[in-house]
């Protein structure tokens, strides 16, 4: 059974800082690349970052460059996403998510987390 299990949101002040983790399972996660989406209230969700299988490639929304780090362990089978200078317009419920279509037949989303920037 495939599981996306995402925790460390919370509140946080303009400026801080937070660890969003995710622990994958029911799937060979070493083999596929990894993304983190964020959906704000009345808003589509969008891609934040993305990382490589192997975790040498990474890409990230021009709106987080240089604030956020993607990152992943494959011996835990978890991917991680460090936040720095979060701003109130990072407020949203952030999921982590991998291509398995092919492997489901359907996109799979977990439950995701809360995060609240705000003073």
């Known amino acids: 059974q495939v599981q996306f299990v995402e925790s460390g949101g919370g509140l946080v002040q303009p400026g801080g800082s937070l660890r969003l983790s995710c622990a994958a399972s029911?799937?060979?996660?070493?083999?596929?690349?990894m993304s983190w989406y964020r959906q704000a209230p009345g808003k589509e969700r969008e891609l934040v970052a993305d990382?490589?299988?192997?975790?040498?490639?990474?890409n990230y929304a021009g709106s987080v460059k240089g604030r956020f780090s993607i990152s992943r362990d494959n011996a835990k089978n978890t991917v991680y996403l460090q936040m720095n200078s979060l701003k109130p317009e990072d407020t949203a419920v952030y999921y982590c998510?991998?291509?398995?279509?092919?492997?489901?037949?359907?996109?799979?989303w977990g439950q995701g987390t809360q995060v609240t920037v705000s003073s």
């Open positions: 990382i490589s299988w192997f975790g040498g490639i990474t």
């Open positions: 029911g799937f060979t996660f070493r083999r596929y690349a």
């Open positions: 998510h991998a291509d398995l279509r092919t492997l489901l037949g359907y996109d799979y």
